[in-house]
C-alpha cells in the first residue's frame, strides 16, 4: 500500500463512487435501512451494524441490504440463535449478497420455521417504505410515480456534501473523472449536481446501467477504455470499492487500476484503514480532498 501523499501514481482517470465519498449517508440511506425494517417490522438492526452487510459483500444496493436486515430480524424470531456478527461472516463464507443471506437463513432454520419466515419477508414493501422515507413524499410521488402513504420531508435532503469545491476543480482539471455508483441514476443526478457535477451519461454508471454491479469489474473496466485510459483510480467507500479495481486489474492486465479507501464512510479508523489494505487497497485517504495531494 501506498499512503504517501507526495508519491501517488501517474494516472490518467479518476473515478469516483458517490455515497460515503462525494456526499455522506449516514443519516440518509443508512438511515433509510434501519428504519424502514422497523416500519414494516416493528424492530430492526442497529445503524451501526449496518457496516457489517457492507464488509460481508455483495451489498452495493441499499435496498438487498435493507432486504437482508429483515431477514435477519425475522429469523431471529424463529429461532435463528447466531448474532449478527455471525450472520453476515456467514454470508462472506457464501460469497455475499442477498442470495447468501437467504441461503443462510433457510439451512440454518427448520422447514416450518423457514416457511414462516418466507411468507412474511416481504421486499417489496420493504423497498416501497424505503423509497418514501429517503425520497419523501414530493420527490417519491415524481420519481416513483405514486402516492406516498404520508407527507414526509426525505432523508435525501441530509446528506452533507464531503468534496470541496477547490478538489472537484483539480480533478477535472487535471484528470478525466468518472463515477461507478450503486445508486438509481435519478439519485445519481441529485447527489451528483449537490457536489457541482455535471458528468456524461457515457463516463458514468450506475445501477440502471449495469446488471453485475460491485465488485463486478464491467463498470470500471469499460470507462477505462472509454477514456483511453492508462491507469484507473477508483475512489471509495467500502471493501466492495476496492474489490473492484482489484478484479478490474486481474480482468484487465495492459491497464493498471489502483482502488483507492476514503475512510468518511462506514470503514474509520485504524480497523477501517486495515480492513482496506487487507483487501488489496493502493491508499487509504482521510477524504476525497486529499486525492489530488496523493496524485500530484
Not at 432486504?67 to 450472520?87: H, P, T, W
Not at 462472506?92 to 443471506?101: C, S, T, V, W
Not at 420493504?126 to 413524499?137: A, E, H, I, N, T
Request: net charge negative; glycine share 8%.
Amino acid at each position: 500500500m501506498n499512503d504517501d501523499p507526495n508519491s501517488g501514481p501517474d494516472a490518467d482517470a479518476v473515478v469516483l463512487d458517490v455515497d460515503g465519498v462525494l456526499v455522506d449517508v449516514a443519516d440518509s440511506y443508512r438511515r433509510a435501512i434501519v428504519e424502514s425494517v422497523a416500519a414494516v417490522y416493528g424492530e430492526t438492526i442497529p445503524k451501526a451494524e449496518i457496516q457489517q452487510f457492507k464488509d460481508a459483500g455483495g451489498f452495493n444496493n441499499d435496498w438487498e441490504l435493507t432486504d437482508a436486515s429483515a431477514l435477519y430480524v425475522l429469523a431471529e424470531r424463529e429461532g435463528y440463535d447466531a448474532d449478527l456478527a455471525a450472520f453476515t461472516d456467514a454470508i462472506a463464507e457464501r460469497g455475499g449478497g442477498l442470495d447468501a443471506a437467504e441461503a443462510e437463513v433457510r439451512e440454518a432454520l427448520d422447514a416450518d420455521a423457514w416457511a414462516v419466515v418466507e411468507q412474511r419477508w416481504d421486499p417489496e414493501r420493504l423497498r416501497d417504505v424505503f423509497q418514501q422515507l429517503y425520497l419523501g413524499s414530493d420527490l417519491y410521488r415524481e420519481l416513483e410515480g405514486r402516492e406516498p402513504d404520508s407527507e414526509t420531508q426525505g432523508y435525501i435532503h441530509d446528506e452533507p456534501v464531503l468534496l470541496d469545491d477547490e478538489t472537484r476543480r483539480e480533478l477535472v482539471e487535471r484528470y478525466d473523472v468518472g463515477v461507478v455508483t450503486g445508486r438509481p441514476a435519478a439519485e445519481a443526478d441529485i447527489a451528483l449536481e449537490r457536489a457541482g457535477f455535471d458528468i456524461p451519461e457515457d463516463r458514468r454508471f450506475t445501477m440502471d446501467d449495469w446488471e453485475e454491479g460491485k465488485p463486478h469489474p464491467k463498470a470500471l473496466t469499460t470507462l477505462a477504455e472509454r477514456f483511453d485510459a492508462r491507469s484507473v483510480v477508483f475512489v471509495g467507500d467500502t471493501l466492495d470499492d476496492i474489490r473492484t479495481a482489484v478484479n478490474a486489474a486481474e480482468a484487465d492486465p495492459d491497464r493498471e487500476y489502483l482502488g483507492v479507501g476514503v475512510l468518511t464512510g462506514g470503514l474509520t479508523g485504524e480497523d477501517g484503514r486495515r480492513k482496506y489494505e487487507d483487501a488489496g487497497a493502493s491508499a487509504v485517504l482521510e477524504s476525497v480532498n486529499e486525492v489530488p495531494d496523493w496524485l500530484a
